[in-house]
């Protein structure tokens, strides 16, 4: 049967007031009995800790410790500042000397405490080299400016391609190495054909858009771009293709027998060059075929 008592008491943990239906219950609620039960299991490891490792010694005490002969196990961890078990440790491991007197006292001469010392084995420091590389990283904000890329493009890279991650004062930051490579590779490849690029306001008269929308369809599908001098310039092909105002041509392919055959290159070079420069390729049925502009610029690439 449930209690019908109802007996007005204070939560122990939370100190507020709550309706108790037996005399014994002391908190409000089961997530305040939990924290009290948790507080109260700390308190009992830090007092234990403090009881095995931890004896409170006065400057005064210290120096008496110093004068003495034989010390306890409990005085040698105090006089050397370390904690009772490795006290312990160096007497098993042989490094100390110590004579048990009785099956619970262990007494250690002041003598073979400076022995252990004058017998320890200098430890020879190397400092760490100043002109040791240390892996560099981008910000989010770095990669923008020197990339021209916007928030969407650049997480959309960092998501896609698995860039590694750092994380400083709360901060993301990125692998340099890697950003470098993809950006080599993809501004490289997107912008190799590239022989129509105009500035934000010629667009904007050309195409009738505003300055807001041709920065946001930049960011969003990742137009080609390059700066000349104060000026960013743009694909103006991309743009009108991404608009649907021109059609997108189809890219021309080598089989991989012609492309070989073209270059005089065996099957393992050829993947293998298709793999460093990201030159693109499909399969049709059984075969390989390769993007047949990237493969020829990079066999006889342009010269401006």
């Given at each position: 049967m449930s209690s019908n008592l109802q007996i007005e008491k204070t939560c122990q943990w939370c100190k507020k007031t709550f309706v108790a239906k037996t005399t014994t219950t002391k908190y409000c609620s089961h997530s305040c009995n939990s924290k009290a039960y948790k507080a109260k299991k700390r308190r009992e490891k830090e007092s234990k800790y403090k009881r095995q490792n931890v004896i409170d010694y006065s400057e005064q005490s210290i120096e008496i410790l110093k004068s003495r002969e034989f010390l306890k196990v409990a005085e040698a961890s105090a006089l050397l500042g370390l904690s009772?078990?490795?006290?312990?440790?160096?007497?098993?491991?042989?490094?100390?000397?110590?004579?048990?007197?009785?099956?619970?006292?262990?007494?250690?001469?002041?003598?073979?405490i400076d022995e252990m010392f004058s017998n320890a084995k200098t430890l020879q420091i190397n400092p760490t080299s100043k002109n040791e590389k240390q892996p560099e990283f981008y910000s989010i904000t770095e990669i923008k400016n020197k990339f021209n890329v916007g928030d969407t493009w650049a997480y959309k890279i960092i998501r896609e391609k698995k860039i590694p991650r750092?994380?400083?004062?709360?901060?993301?930051?990125?692998?340099?190495?890697h950003v470098d490579n993809h950006f080599k590779k993809h501004l490289s490849s997107k912008t190799r054909e590239v022989n129509d690029w105009a500035r934000i306001d010629d667009l904007m008269k050309e195409l009738h858009m505003t300055e807001t929308a041709i920065y946001s369809l930049v960011s969003r599908v990742g137009i080609p771009k390059k700066r000349d001098g104060r000026h960013m310039l743009y694909s103006k092909n991309h743009i009108l293709i991404e608009r649907g105002l021109i059609k997108k041509e189809e890219p021309q392919y080598y089989t991989s027998e012609e492309a070989m055959l073209k270059y005089n290159i065996s099957r393992d070079s050829l993947?293998?060059?298709?793999?460093?420069?990201?030159?693109?390729?499909?399969?049709?049925g059984r075969y390989i075929k390769v993007a047949k502009t990237e493969l020829d610029n990079l066999f006889n690439p342009k010269v401006d």
């Open positions: 009772r078990q490795t006290v312990y440790n160096l007497i098993y491991s042989g490094q100390l000397k110590a004579s048990k007197i009785s099956p619970r006292i262990t007494l250690i001469k002041r003598s073979d750092i994380k400083r004062k709360g901060k993301s930051y990125y692998s340099k190495t993947y293998a060059l298709i793999k460093k420069y990201s030159i693109p390729k499909i399969k049709a």
